[in-house]
């Protein structure tokens, strides 16, 4: 499709030459898309606009939709092919193709924000998947948009980044926000996860000391913060909170390093002083020998069999570990028109990690939950439980019997074990997520509420006894 761009961009050039060196800097150091758009609209002149009128009267936006399928389908395969800036340019061709309200449109966006992702536009990535929810993306599909927009968002909190979906920052606070991916109705298959939205200032709740193994949970519900016991605490023990670094999510020295740097203490919580007379790796630093599957033992110079005595580079595992990250990341950015090519790259990537990594590593959870959600986007209710019971074995080992992560993965089987109307294995996990939900997120939360709703159903079903 042609436009008049040779003229405007020529038009462009003559304003950008009359330009101040302030407007340049401030023109330049913007890195989104969005605050330059939002800059050069506040620049944009009347002159300019009857310009850019006079240009554009005798061009038309012609749609053909076999032409924006035609370019969908090439940036799926650029996306394949790792070429996320092709890939960004082809959808955002195809989106010229199509009117703006057509559900070509939404899958364009969903399409075009996986590229956003990889190529760490977190921001932009959010707004292109919310155009996408409201054009009328899939509600079977967005399961990976929600899953797309949680990372995000804890990329976006992690560096600082503003949320659309946080409140504004009052004031810093030991307690940073912690918001709850949604999800859809009863019956569907959910991605829940905890991201770092903001942070505010809770007076009372700043007045709690700090541990990486904390006996409390927070939830918020708006600017509202609930603080809950997640374990009995006797007559004078002190009630702890996390203030981030948990032990099941990164290692004594990171934690502390972090805590240092953000709060200026040295953390000698329980979980720190028993985990730091412990030097043995955990799991996620370990690896396996390829040629006889043995662990690896870490030493100076990198990784050596404690069987066959073969020294391997630290540099080539790791990169090994992350390549093997980003295949599984692919396949499960992959539509619903690619599950098979999804469900074969998962396949050898789960075959891949037996021979890297260990059994207790948390990746192999992550890799089971990612094949559950293909065969859920099948309908193969029966495999798709199969590799979440597998997923939640890793969960519980690394995260704790009373972790939240289980209880969401609980929420998860017990979606599937609806569906597939297996009765009583789903009343059972029922049964066990929904006391972990409660003490996490209290007896009104939707969640709770949602799976109260299942078990109802189930046992309204014909023929039970």
């Not at 599950?339 to 789960?350: G, I």
């Not at 192999?364 to 199969?386: F, K, N, P």
Request: glycine letters at 8%; one cysteine or more.
């Amino acid at each position: 499709m042609q436009g008049p761009g040779l003229e405007w961009r020529r038009r462009c050039r003559l304003r950008w030459r009359h330009m101040s060196d302030l407007q340049r800097r401030r023109f330049t150091s913007n890195t989104r898309l969005g605050p330059l758009l939002r800059l050069a609209r506040h620049w944009l002149s009347p002159a300019d606009t009857a310009v850019l009128d006079e240009l554009c009267a005798s061009w038309r936006a012609g749609k053909d939709r076999s032409t924006a399928l035609h370019l969908k389908q090439r940036g799926n395969d650029s996306f394949k092919a790792r070429d996320y800036l092709q890939a960004l340019s082809l959808y955002t061709k195809g989106l010229r193709y199509v009117p703006a309200d057509s559900p070509e449109c939404a899958l364009l966006y969903a399409n075009r924000s996986a590229a956003l992702y990889q190529l760490h536009r977190y921001q932009d990535c959010v707004e292109d998947i919310e155009r996408a929810e409201r054009l009328g993306y899939p509600p079977e599909l967005q399961h990976k948009t929600q899953s797309r927009r949680a990372a995000c968002l804890q990329r976006l909190g992690g560096s600082g980044g503003e949320s659309r979906e946080s409140e504004p920052p009052s004031a810093a606070s030991p307690a940073p926000g912690v918001g709850v991916g949604v999800g859809v109705g009863v019956g569907d298959v959910r991605g829940m996860r905890e991201v770092c939205v903001g942070t505010a200032l809770y007076c009372w709740a700043s007045l709690l000391n700090h541990s990486c193994q904390p006996n409390t949970t927070a939830s918020f519900q708006g600017t509202r913060i609930t603080l809950r016991a997640t374990q009995p605490i006797p007559a004078g023990e002190q009630v702890l909170h996390c203030y981030g670094p948990h032990w099941s999510r990164q290692c004594v020295g990171d934690r502390r390093k972090s805590l240092q740097t953000q709060y200026y203490f040295w953390c000698e919580c329980s979980a720190c002083v028993r985990e730091g007379g412990d030097r043995s790796p955990a799991p996620q630093a370990q690896f396996l020998c390829r040629p006889c599957g043995s662990v690896l033992s870490l030493e100076e110079g990198g990784y050596r069999c404690v069987h066959c005595t073969q020294l391997v580079p630290q540099q080539s595992l790791q990169q090994q570990l992350q390549q093997l990250r980003l295949q599984m990341e692919g396949a499960g950015n992959m539509d619903s028109t690619h599950t098979d090519t999804a469900l074969a790259q998962l396949q050898q990537c789960q075959a891949d990690a037996q021979s890297l990594l260990p059994a207790q590593h948390p990746l192999h959870g992550e890799i089971d939950d990612s094949l559950a959600r293909v065969y859920a986007t099948h309908g193969d209710w029966g495999a798709a439980a199969q590799h979440l019971q597998r997923s939640l074995h890793a969960v519980e080992l690394q995260y704790g019997a009373g972790s939240v992560e289980l209880a969401q993965q609980l929420l998860k089987l017990a979606q599937v074990l609806f569906n597939s109307r297996s009765v009583c294995e789903a009343e059972s996990v029922i049964d066990r997520a929904v006391p972990l939900l409660t003490t996490h997120y209290g007896a009104d939360h939707d969640t709770v509420a949602e799976l109260k709703e299942m078990r109802s159903c189930l046992q309204s079903l014909p023929g039970r006894r």
